[in-house]
């Protein structure tokens, strides 16, 4: 059996280590990063099978836009090699998703392949209007929204909004990415 937990302060070593095994050292260099780089998420799950183990994770963060209206961005989602098939992705998904829509968030968006997460209501062609700031694949870019209407009130390239992490240590990179570039 796999429970999905809030996201515990022992859990931190085991999702660095799922994220690395399932995204590599690229995972760092992702415009989306930008965007998480020293915040803390507003909502974080692990997915723990039996013994203990994290198997699953998926976080949420706030992100605004030139205008100050907030969307979440989701990402990274990710789960253990050897749990998938069991559908610990999709109950992390639905979870997480959840969440946001019981507390009142507008919208979720996020960068990703884009028949995964057709299943869970996103969409592609939504955010025209929304740059993120660095490279990205328009065409993965993807929004999901709870309140009608939230996202094509959003406007700009977004930048972090949550709250900053006060144990984050700035990280000094050589793959930042100009505002120009993401549009």
């Given at each position: 059996m796999i429970d999905i937990v809030d996201e515990a302060p022992d859990h931190t070593g085991a999702r660095e280590?799922?994220?690395?095994?399932?995204?590599?050292?690229?995972?760092?260099?992702?415009?989306?990063?930008?965007?998480?780089?020293?915040?803390?998420?507003?909502f974080a799950f692990s997915a723990i099978d039996e013994s203990g183990k994290l198997v699953g994770t998926v976080r949420l963060w706030s992100v605004a836009d030139r205008n100050g209206s907030q969307s979440l961005l989701l990402g990274p989602l990710a789960v253990d090699p050897g749990c998938r098939g069991l559908k610990?992705?999709?109950?992390?998904?639905?979870?997480?998703?959840?969440q946001a829509a019981v507390l009142g968030h507008g919208s979720v968006i996020l960068v990703g392949d884009q028949p995964y997460y057709t299943r869970f209501?996103?969409?592609?062609?939504?955010?025209?209007?929304?740059?993120?700031?660095?490279?990205v694949d328009y065409?993965?870019?993807?929004?999901?929204?709870f309140a009608?209407?939230?996202?094509?009130?959003?406007?700009?390239?977004?930048?972090?909004?949550?709250?900053?992490?006060?144990?984050?240590?700035?990280?000094?990179?050589?793959?930042?990415?100009?505002?120009?570039?993401?549009?």
């Open positions: 280590g799922l994220l690395d095994l399932c995204f590599g050292e690229d995972r760092f260099r992702k415009t989306s990063e930008r965007l998480r780089e020293g915040r803390l998420p507003v610990v992705g999709d109950r992390l998904m639905r979870h997480a998703l959840n209501g996103f969409a592609a062609g939504l955010l025209d209007k929304v740059g993120l700031p660095g490279p065409h993965r870019f993807l929004g999901l929204e009608p209407g939230h996202i094509a009130g959003l406007e700009g390239v977004l930048s972090a909004a949550g709250l900053p992490d006060p144990t984050a240590v700035p990280v000094a990179r050589d793959d930042v990415f100009s505002v120009s570039q993401a549009l």
